[in-house]
């Protein structure tokens, strides 16, 4: 059974940065970077392959790094030039296949989530 385990969260003031962290167990394959605001649906925020192609919604481009180190089975998100509009809950997810998707429903697994705040 595959767990993800979400790290780094906080709270941070505009125009800082933040590294979140997810521990994967298991076998996995493509992963990614979901955030939900309180009364506002999970949102996609990145994703990557185990080959390390990228994509990114249009309101984190520049600003936020997905990455992923397969040997430790664990998944990144550097955050730079936070905005108060970042502030969420971020959850990690991970699916069994290998193609990206925006669709929340196409992932397998997801962690239980890290509240990140942006103070202004």
């Known amino acids: 059974q595959v767990q993800l385990v979400e790290s780094g969260g906080g709270l941070v003031q505009a125009g800082g940065s933040l590294r979140l962290s997810c521990a994967a167990s298991?076998?996995?394959?493509?992963m990614g970077w979901y955030r939900q605001a309180p009364g506002k649906q999970r949102e996609f925020v990145a994703a990557?392959?185990?080959?390390?192609?990228?994509k990114y919604a249009d309101s984190v481009k520049g600003r936020f790094t997905i990455s992923r180190d397969n040997a430790k089975n664990t998944l990144y998100l550097q955050m730079n030039s936070l905005k108060p509009d970042d502030t969420a809950v971020y959850y990690c997810?991970?699916?069994?296949?290998?193609?990206?998707?925006?669709?929340?429903?196409?992932?397998?697994?997801w962690g239980q989530g890290t509240q990140v705040t942006v103070s202004s």
């Open positions: 997810a991970a699916r069994s296949g290998a193609a990206l998707y925006q669709n929340p429903a196409q992932y397998d697994y």
């Open positions: 298991g076998s996995i394959n493509a």
């Open positions: 990557i392959t185990r080959g390390g192609s990228t």
